[in-house]
């Protein structure tokens, strides 16, 4: 008995290029009193962590800039929360936080942040 014969498959469609949004405008200020959590809602994972009895430093750095982000525990809760930031080119000059160069700190949650 001959095999019935099956329309041909269809080419894959090729999708359009899906574009991630626009990072969020930031201000900075309004993150200062947030904890490790928050923060990873706004920015992506930090490039290093260093810690010590007495802080949390996260930093950025993307080409031609650094961002430290300063975490320093509540003394009732020993919950850590951010207190300042540090955002440098790399001539070691403070820059404005709407530096183009800040683009390369900031995503979406949905990268898959983990907590340091």
């Known amino acids: 008995m001959p095999k019935p014969l099956l329309p041909p498959k269809k080419p894959p469609v090729p999708r359009a290029k899906e574009q991630s949004p626009p990072p969020p405008n930031i201000a900075i200020n309004d993150l200062i009193g947030s904890d490790f959590t928050s923060i990873l809602q706004v920015f992506r994972s930090p490039d290093s962590v260093q810690s010590n009895a007495l802080s949390v430093v996260w930093t950025y750095s993307p080409p031609g800039c650094t961002l430290q982000l300063f975490f320093y525990p509540d003394i009732q809760t020993a919950k ?30 949905s990268r898959g942040a983990a907590l340091p």
């Open 80 to 109: 850590f929360h951010l207190l300042k930031y540090d955002l440098k080119n790399t001539a070691g000059e403070m820059l404005g936080i709407g530096d183009p160069c800040m683009q390369g700190v900031l995503t979406l949650r």
